[in-house]
């Protein structure tokens, strides 16, 4: 019998995954009795001869098999998920309540729209609502992620270039700040991408725009507040920039939880956008369910939405297919609808109020966790942040400690890692983004695991270098879990 140090868990090794003995069950199914002759008409010769070999357990061998799996992930349940721009907020459960429902969870998605008006007008209220919050005219709900809105985004960009007879423009501006995903979508639509250097105080500058706007670019990509966590305070200048010269501005939305009910990217001259509900707008993320990355849009942009479109008639509430310059469908269905309900309520919840609130408290608790580290870790551009903060592992040059041994070492102290080596722009970068969700408490415990490895970095470096110590897997070779990733269970091999 081992323990696991970190969760205090009893397991037994070898009864981890191979639970299956001939005969346990653990759910009854109903009697066989339809007729042999007419399945074999019906699947022909794909008729199985042998019973499935899967495994054959209790219930509550199920029960504590996943439960105990579960525990063995970083989940925002069990503690702070720093992840910087992603914004792990806390899902609350009102939203899967809501989602649950039957009305919403049963819909069909080609149920005609008269029976299915309750969540059409779901629909067409939160693309009200994403639309007011953001200063836009129209939003899409069917992108299924940021990147898939981007991609929409840009598309729309295009079109409308096209439309207008501008083919010239064939390029996008794109700030080395940016995330991945902008110049990866610009490039997608067929885009060559043009860089623009950020200045020296960590945001971006008019001129530097100014002196790449010509007649071929298409669009700047901005993201606002950066992936440094800054605010761009040009942004109207540097949209006017864009505008005169005949371009777009297409705005990362990803860090919308600095703004909501402060500011409004419609207001400052974006011209299109995306949201993550899985991010500003509290929904699950990664292994927690699908994303979505609606787009909201200027009326310019309106003719070239994705199909189809909610629109109330004096029957209700239809999907309008009949958008002759459309970009075309994004999704199966309606987008990740589950999703568009938890952010739906998400937003009722919390009210124009809340989300104002909400923000108020992101941005002080990253500013709080900056001050409190600024004594023991470098920090690349000193300033007050929005709601993320960047620290780097310059000042543990000497003990030959590096950002990513920090990052392995605070999983020993049950904290999933902040971002690292993100943006590019800060070598050894570490983006730490505590939301809004997190008591003071938990921010200073956050704080004093930091410390406690900045100090062990001097005093016993070793034991940081080989973290994680306390995990089921040590450091794993990340190139080759990248590359040559495996993504389910193996039986140990023999010993040679
Ligand atoms: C997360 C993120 C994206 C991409 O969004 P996904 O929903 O993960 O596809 C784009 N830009 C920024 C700045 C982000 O943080």
Redesign the pocket.
């Known amino acids: 019998m081992k323990r696991n140090a970190s969760r205090g868990l009893a397991y037994e090794e070898d009864l981890l995954f191979e639970l299956s003995r001939p005969g346990r069950r653990g759910a009854d199914t109903p009697a066989y009795d339809i007729p042999r002759v007419d399945v074999e008409d019906l699947l022909g010769g794909l008729l199985r001869d042998d019973v499935a070999a899967l495994p054959e357990v209790s219930e509550v061998d199920v029960v504590r098999h996943f439960t105990r799996m579960s525990t063995w992930n970083a989940a925002v349940d069990l503690g702070l998920y720093p992840l910087g ?2 914004t792990m907020k806390y899902n609350p459960k009102v939203n899967e309540r809501v989602a649950r429902l039957p009305g919403f969870s049963h819909a069909h998605p080609m149920a005609p729209a008269v029976d299915n008006q309750g969540l059409l007008g779901l629909c067409f209220e939160l693309e009200q609502w994403l639309a007011e919050i953001s200063g836009m005219d129209r939003v899409t709900l069917q992108p299924a ?4 809105g ?1 991609l929409a985004g840009i598309m729309m960009i295009r079109a409308y270039h096209e439309q207008r007879g501008d083919t010239r423009r064939q390029k996008v501006l794109v700030p080395d700040s940016a ?1 991945g ?2 110049p990866a979508s610009a490039a997608l639509n067929g885009y060559d991408i043009v860089a623009v250097p950020s200045g020296e105080d960590g945001i971006l500058h008019p001129e530097a725009v100014a002196e790449r706007m010509t007649d071929e670019i298409a669009a700047l990509m901005i ?1 606002n507040p950066n ?1 440094l966590g800054l605010f761009e305070s040009h942004i109207a200048e540097l949209c006017d920039v864009v505008h005169a010269g005949g371009g777009l501005v297409y705005g ?1 939305g ?2 919308l939880n600095a703004l909501l009910g402060v500011s409004r990217p419609g207001d400052m001259g974006i011209d299109v956008m995306h949201y ?1 509900l ?2 500003t707008f509290s929904t699950p993320h990664g292994g927690g369910g699908p ?1 979505a ?1 609606p787009v909201g849009i200027k009326a310019s942009l309106a003719p070239y939405l994705p199909t189809p479109v909610v629109e109330q008639g004096p029957d209700g509430f239809f999907w309008n297919h009949d958008l002759p310059d459309s970009i075309g469908r994004l999704h199966g269905n309606h987008g990740n609808v589950g999703m568009l309900v938890r952010a739906y309520t998400y937003i009722l919840a919390l009210g124009a109020e809340g989300l104002r609130r909400s923000t108020d408290l992101a941005v002080l608790n990253a500013n709080y966790l900056l001050a409190c580290l600024r004594e023991h870790y470098h920090v690349p551009i000193d300033r007050p942040v929005m709601h993320e903060c960047i620290v780097s592992d310059r000042g543990l040059a000497e003990t030959g400690i590096t950002t990513m041994d920090v990052a392995k070492r605070l999983i020993d102290h049950g904290y999933h890692p902040p971002t690292i080596y993100f943006p590019l722009i800060v070598a050894g970068a570490m983006m730490i983004e505590p939301t809004e969700s997190e008591s003071l408490e938990g921010l200073d415990r956050f704080v004093e695991a930091l410390v406690e490895i900045a100090d062990e970095a001097r005093t016993d470096p070793e034991t940081v270098r080989t973290a994680p110590h306390h995990t089921r897997h040590r450091r794993l070779d990340e190139t080759r879990a990248a590359r040559k990733p495996i993504l389910r269970w193996q039986p140990p091999t023999e010993p040679a």
Request: proline share 0%.
């Open positions: 721009s992603c992620a940021g990147a898939q981007e995330h995903t902008n993201t992936t990362d990803a860090n993550n899985h991010k994303g990355g």
